[in-house]
């Protein structure tokens, strides 16, 4: 069983950064894709940012640009770089594995845009 913890979110005004960080209880990111998703309330789970076994990324348009997925396989660690920030990115974040089963969903982080 894999365990998937999600940190680095908080409270960050319009046009700022942040960086997440997802860190997994065994050796995963280099085996299959990975994602970062987030929900936003009242929203669906969302996929915005993948990175693949063979180190590809790939983001949803509404990220792209903006964002960077990355990964440490020594640490067993996944990042999500977040620049210019927009009140529409507040929602939970989450990592897992992407375009197969997923593991079990982590707590997630909450990142709020906010003046």
């Known amino acids: 069983q894999v365990q998937l913890v999600e940190s680095g979110g908080g409270l960050v005004q319009p046009g700022g950064s942040l960086r997440l960080s997802c860190t997994a209880s065994r050796s995963i990111f280099s085996l299959h894709a990975m994602g970062w998703y987030r929900q936003a309330p009242g929203k669906q789970r969302e996929l915005v940012a993948t990175?693949?076994?063979?180190?590809?990324?790939n983001y949803a348009d509404s990220v792209k640009g903006r964002f960077t997925i990355s990964r440490d396989t020594a640490k067993n660690t996944m990042y999500l770089q977040m620049n210019t920030l927009k009140p529409e990115d507040t929602a939970v974040y989450y990592c897992n594995a992407a375009w197969r089963s997923p593991y079990s969903w982590g707590q997630g982080t909450q990142v709020t845009v906010s003046s």
């Open positions: 990175i693949f076994s063979g180190g590809s990324t």
